[in-house]
């Protein structure tokens, strides 16, 4: 069984910064595919980014390319995403998610039936 639990996200003004991170228990955490979801009141649950096993690729929506970062390390089974320059438009409960082991093109777990295992979400709220 895997159990990702997410941690970090809270309140900031518009233009501020959050890290957070995700927890997962299981020792073949590095095997796989890694993503962060967000979904905000009332819409769909979106792709956010994602990273290879390694580290070595990483894919982000268009949205919030340039903004955040995901970062992952496989010695501590975690996983990370860097919010900067946040909008009032990226509040939302943000998850994350174990997707594929294999990566493949540029885009290749954008969808959420990729995903397998998800956290609890935490919540980011961005005020204007």
């Known amino acids: 069984q895997v159990e990702l639990v997410e941690s970090g996200g809270g309140l900031v003004q518009a233009g501020g910064s959050l890290r957070l991170s995700c927890a997962a228990s299981?020792?073949?955490?590095?095997?796989?595919?890694m993503g962060w979801f967000r979904q905000a009141p009332g819409k769909e649950r979106e792709f956010v980014a994602a990273?290879?096993?390694?580290?070595?690729?990483?894919d982000y929506a268009d949205s919030v390319k340039g903004r955040f970062t995901i970062s992952r390390d496989n010695a501590k089974n975690t996983v990370h995403l860097q919010l900067n320059s946040l909008k009032p438009e990226d509040t939302a409960v943000y998850y994350c998610?174990?997707?594929?082991?294999?990566?493949?093109?540029?885009?290749?777990?954008?969808?959420?039936?990729?995903?397998?295992?998800w956290g609890r979400g935490t919540q980011v709220t961005v005020s204007s």
């Open positions: 998610a174990r997707g594929p082991t294999a990566w493949r093109g540029a885009t290749p777990a954008r969808d959420r039936s990729d995903y397998d295992y």
């Open positions: 299981g020792r073949t955490f590095s095997f796989y595919i």
């Open positions: 990273i290879s096993w390694s580290g070595g690729n990483t």
